[in-house]
Nanobody, 118 residues
Framework: QVQLVESGGGLVQPGGSLRLSCAAS?????MGWYRQAPGKQRELVAG???????VYADSVKGRFTISRDNAKNTVYLQMNTLKLEDTAVYYC???????????????WGQGTQVTVSS
């Protein structure tokens, strides 16, 4: 199992920005970010392959940017223009396929809380 360590969460005002980081213990084909708010299902935020292909949830497209440093086995999520509805626990995910609709695959980070509040 790949170990994932997340960082970068915190409290931010609406319209603010945060950058999440996730370092993996080894190389992985696909890495991404999911989030889960209380009482809601886990949902995909963004995903990226080692080759550079990306996918975004419609709710974050244009505001969030996923990037990856393959040499460091690290994936990032730049979160701009944050909204109240972005409040959730964000989980890093690493998997060997790009079946992003499946929220039960691969290895998971410990989760980092992102709270957007005025």
């Amino acid at each position: 199992q790949v170990q994932l360590v997340e960082s970068g969460g915190g409290l931010v005002q609406p319209g603010g920005s945060l950058r999440l980081s996730c370092a993996a213990s080894g190389s992985i084909a696909a890495m991404g970010w999911y989030r889960q708010a209380p009482g809601k299902q886990r949902e995909l935020v963004a995903g990226m392959t080692s080759g550079g292909s990306t996918v975004y949830a419609d709710s974050v497209k244009g505001r969030f940017t996923i990037s990856r440093d393959n040499a460091k086995n690290t994936v990032y999520l730049q979160m701009n223009t944050l909204k109240l509805e972005d409040t959730a626990v964000y989980y890093c995910n690493a998997r060997f396929t790009t079946t992003w609709s499946r929220a039960d695959l691969g290895s998971w980070g410990q989760g980092t809380q992102v709270t957007v509040s005025s």
